[in-house]
């Protein structure tokens, strides 16, 4: 069964950098996911895809502090010189034949 | 710019119906698959239903499967769900997403800001 285990919470502090991980299920390690990112009271907003390989194509308008890596089954988020805004929940999705999973989200907190 | 709004949200007793539009913009409607993603209150994002860009093939979660139905219409630009035998735990945003590919499942690389459904007598 495909799915994506995240952490509920994650906190870092202003200016520094955080790594949110995102983990396939067993027998899915070669899957690539996509993030995203929902602010309080908005809708999702499309971060990047990134592949098993760690490459990774962003969205429209992403900045360059949001960067992707894998590792294995794990799917990694970075996230750079934190600023405020990017206080928010961080959700990964994936997909297989005619299914879409998301991850539960990780809440991440800026100190 | 892409620009999709869902409408037809509300208050629906248990065991009714509902149809949700998503009206989309900025991009060649039928080239992309489109998909309804839910949150309930609180709660994370779920994958409710996708469809081809050609409208030809149609996915759902298990969760929905029977009581909800994705169409489009690709000479309006327009995404629909259609919402039947409801029940509480259906209490959710309904948001519509476009896909990056026309065929299949795949990445959701915009989303509307959704539209609310709530179930209740």
């Known amino acids: ?111 | 710019e892409v620009h999709l709004l869902e409408s037809g949200g509300g208050l629906v007793q248990p065991g009714g119906s509902l149809r949700l539009s998503c009206a989309a913009s900025g991009f060649t409607f039928s080239s992309y698959a489109m998909n309804w993603v839910r949150q309930a209150p609180g709660k994370g994002l779920e994958w409710v239903s996708g469809i081809r860009g050609s409208g030809g093939s149609t996915y759902y979660a298990d969760s929905v499967k029977g009581r909800f139905t994705i169409s489009r219409d690709n000479s309006k630009n327009t995404l629909y769900l259609q919402l039947n035998s409801l029940r509480a735990e259906d209490t959710a945003v309904y948001y519509c997403a476009k896909a990056v590919v026309a065929a299949g499942t795949a990445p959701l690389d915009y989303w509307g800001q959704g539209t609310l459904v709530t179930v209740s007598s």
């Open chain 1, 1 to 111: 069964q495909l799915v994506l285990t995240q952490s509920p919470s994650a906190s870092a502090s202003l200016g520094a950098s955080v790594k949110l991980t995102c983990t396939l299920s067993s027998g899915h390690s070669t899957y690539a996911i996509a993030w995203h990112q929902q602010q309080p009271e908005k809708g999702p907003r499309y971060l990047m895809k990134l592949n098993s390989d760690g490459s990774h194509s962003k969205g429209d308008g992403i900045p360059d502090r949001f960067s992707g890596s894998s590792s294995g089954a794990e799917r990694y988020l970075t996230i750079s010189s934190l600023q405020s805004e990017d206080e928010a929940d961080y959700y990964c999705q994936t997909w297989g034949t005619d299914i879409v999973v998301f991850g539960g989200g990780t809440k991440l907190t800026v100190l």
